[in-house]
């Protein structure tokens, strides 16, 4: 809305490439909104020079980056060319080194917005920072670090963890070796698409090739493919293409729980 009457720019910060590609397609997808681009490694120079030209001529009105990206001398460069109405953080939790995915870069995130608004010669640029999973010391952790790198005073809007659409069950397996014997009977009878998380990057191929061996349509993702297939991964099971989906975490918050229907923890 504010891009539409001011022509500023949103930045949205983001940990994950998968989580941007996700959003950007929901806004454009569900809610007809064609003004979000991402900018991350996965795009080809076409395709990114593309996302630029849309920020630097205004068609853009929010642009995903991750934390990374804050370091690159090109966006800085992209940054200083608009007005910046707001910057969103999102998975904040990984501000605190008590969150369950602490991430260095974002660190540096206090740093970028006092020198761009040094810069600029401007105010303080309003931030927000979102997250599902922050304890109450990972809360103060976020507040008390933008309190002091930029001495900003957040306000806390806080909803129940509890939801009401979801049903959890755990089945105890004693045995390890046993894993794969229950869960090919429990992808039998439960709801597609389904994701499967592994717990490390060598499990992921190993798990996917014995659910296929079992006759299932399935495919993988973890952080360390090649960008071409990890973008062809990704997309058929967005697309409907695949049914399954064994991947890490690199790839669980980028999916609209909305279309997924069982979520399996191996």
Same mark, same amino acid.
């Given at each position: %809305? ?8 949103? *930045? *949205?910060?983001?940990?994950? *490439? ?12 569900? #809610?007809?909104?064609?003004? $979000? ?14 996302? !630029? ?30 007005? =910046? $109405? ?8 990984? /501000? ?5 995915? #602490?991430?260095? &870069?974002?660190?540096? =995130?206090?740093? #970028?917005?006092? &020198? ?13 920072? /979102?997250?599902?999973? $922050? ?6 952790? =976020?507040?008390?670090? @933008? ?32 894993? %794969? ?14 994701? !499967?998380? $592994?717990?490390?990057?060598?499990? !992921? ?6 659910? #296929?061996?079992?006759? @299932?349509?399935?495919?993988?993702? +973890? ?19 695949? &049914? =399954? ?7 669980? %918050?980028? *999916? ?8 399996? +923890?191996?």
């Amino acid at each position: %809305m504010i891009g539409q009457a001011t022509r500023q720019l949103t *930045v *949205v910060i983001s940990p994950l *490439v998968s989580l941007m590609k996700d959003q950007v397609d929901i806004l454009e997808a569900k #809610f007809h909104i064609t003004k $979000a681009v991402a900018i991350n490694g996965l795009l080809s120079p076409l395709e990114r020079k593309e996302a !630029v030209e849309r920020i630097e001529d205004g068609r853009a009105c929010i642009l995903y980056i991750s934390p990374e990206s804050l370091r690159s001398p090109s966006i800085t460069n992209l940054l200083n060319k608009r007005s =910046i $109405a707001r910057i969103v953080i999102d998975e904040a939790h990984c /501000f605190s080194s008590w969150g369950q995915d #602490f991430r260095v &870069d974002y660190l540096y =995130i206090g740093n #970028f917005i006092s &020198d761009l608004q040094k810069q600029r010669s401007i105010p303080n640029i309003p931030v927000s920072c /979102f997250t599902a999973t $922050a304890k109450p010391q990972v809360i103060e952790d =976020i507040k008390n670090y @933008f309190k002091d790198k930029l001495d900003l005073y957040f306000k806390e809007f806080v909803t129940r963890a509890n939801r009401k659409n979801l049903q959890y069950e755990v089945i105890d397996i004693p045995d390890p070796n046993r894993k %794969m014997y229950d869960l090919l009977p429990l992808l039998e009878r439960c709801e597609m698409p389904t994701i !499967v998380y $592994a717990s490390r990057i060598k499990k !992921v191929k190993e798990i996917q090739d014995k659910i #296929f061996d079992a006759g @299932f349509s399935v495919t993988y993702f +973890h952080g360390k493919l090649e960008k071409e297939e990890k973008v062809a991964n990704q997309n058929a099971f967005m697309e409907g293409n695949k &049914d =399954i989906i064994v991947a890490t975490s690199a790839f669980g %918050m980028g *999916v609209d729980k909305d279309d997924v229907k069982t979520i399996v +923890h191996y």
